[in-house]
């Protein structure tokens, strides 16, 4: 399985912004999908994922302020990102996990937010 992830740049607090991430290749192996950030000085995290039964689960931290979604007709997972704040400030990572436990990851995309 290949990502392809775009969007992101700068935003202002209070604004919003999209991610997209299509898969492609043998996406009948995916397990999961799902975003993962990483702000500079600080450890990856997870922001959100789709699992096997697709429920959709969120960081405390964006519950609520950020949905994610899949189009399954053109392979893509989207991260809708509402109410951002400068703590949101990281490099957006899509990935899939494989029902081998194989994880494949999407090249990040910068979200600055600020003023």
């Known amino acids: 399985v290949q990502l392809q992830a775009s969007g992101g740049g700068l935003r202002q607090p209070g604004r919003s912004a999209r991610l997209s991430c299509t898969a492609s290749g043998d996406i009948h192996r995916i397990k999961r999908m799902g975003w993962y950030r990483q702000a500079p000085g600080k450890q990856r995290e997870l922001v959100g994922q789709?699992?096997?039964?697709?429920?959709?689960n969120y960081a405390d931290s964006v519950k609520g302020r950020f949905t994610i979604s899949k189009d399954d007709a053109e392979n893509t997972l989207y991260l809708e990102m509402n109410s951002l704040k400068s703590e949101d400030t990281a490099v957006y990572y899509c990935?899939?996990?494989?029902?081998?436990?194989?994880?494949?990851w999407g090249k990040g995309t910068q979200v600055t937010v600020s003023s």
């Open positions: 789709i699992i096997e039964d697709e429920s959709i």
């Open positions: 990935y899939v996990e494989e029902w081998s436990g194989m994880m494949t």
